[in-house]
């Protein structure tokens, strides 16, 4: 079984400018979670979608931040402008229906750095 | 505010010698635990759970001890092995929003 495929691996920008990530769920998976790791903290959870829907945005920063989830499998999270503070790993996650302890599947992560 | 913490940012120890992460929360609402485990440039992966109506829950050579009254969770490992080298995250659930908190981690370092 594959596993959750995210790209790009690394990404540098410089701050105002926008970056995009993009992220392949496990096959069957309906729920997509998108998580903003900085260095020394565990991941913070941005958003959960179930299948296209939104479960959860609490933490998107709103004004920066927009994701989306075509078709309920792939999803895009975008930052649009970078600030310094948004330097980080940005994890995608995806859970199945019915998974127990609503364990989550990882992918690698993107690491961002804004100049 | 930190609702899971893990006040110890690293630990070092002997192979073949326990491996005990701990992890301190702060809502009893919290319906289960997980530990995960990261390796550098992966993404985390599931260690071990355990639910609230629980005291501990054995895998192999990790088994996970929860104290309710005290809203503390534990982890140990043994015999701990160099592979078992990792960042250690302590998360908490709660089965109405299904949502994960995350404590900031432990980085172990068994050494041979």
């Known amino acids: 079984e594959a596993g959750v495929a995210q790209s790009p691996r690394y990404k540098i920008i410089e701050k105002r400018q926008s970056v995009a990530f993009w992220c392949n769920p496990i096959?069957?998976?309906?729920?997509l979670y998108w998580y903003q790791q900085i260095l020394g903290q565990g991941p913070k959870l941005l958003i959960q979608?179930?299948?296209?829907?939104?479960?959860?945005d609490s933490q998107l920063p709103k004004d920066r931040f927009s994701a989306e989830r075509l078709k309920g499998v792939d999803s895009t999270l975008k930052i649009q402008p970078a600030k310094l503070e948004d330097s980080a790993v940005y994890l995608c996650?995806?859970?199945?229906?019915?998974?127990?302890?609503?364990?989550?599947?990882f992918g690698p992560g993107t690491r961002l750095t804004v100049l | 505010d930190q609702q899971v913490k893990q006040n110890s940012p690293s630990l070092s120890v002997q192979e073949g010698r326990i491996s005990i992460l701990n992890c301190d929360y702060t809502?009893?609402?919290?319906?289960?635990f997980l530990w995960y485990k990261k390796y550098p440039a992966e993404g985390p992966t599931f260690l071990i759970s355990?639910?609230?109506?629980?005291d501990k829950n054995e895998d192999g050579r990790f088994t996970v001890f929860l104290n309710k009254s005290a809203k503390h969770l534990s982890l140990h490992i043994v015999p701990s092995q160099p592979g078992d080298s990792a960042v250690y995250f302590c998360?908490?659930?709660?089965?109405?929003?299904?949502?994960?908190?995350f404590g900031q981690g432990t980085t172990l370092q068994v050494k041979p």
């Open positions: 996650a995806s859970s199945p229906p019915g998974g127990r302890y609503n364990e989550q599947f």
């Open positions: 096959s069957g998976h309906a729920t």
């Open positions: 979608f179930q299948n296209n829907g939104v479960v959860d």
């Open positions: 809502n009893s609402m919290f319906d289960y």
């Open positions: 355990i639910s609230s109506i629980k």
């Open positions: 998360v908490v659930g709660s089965g109405n929003t299904g949502k994960l908190i």
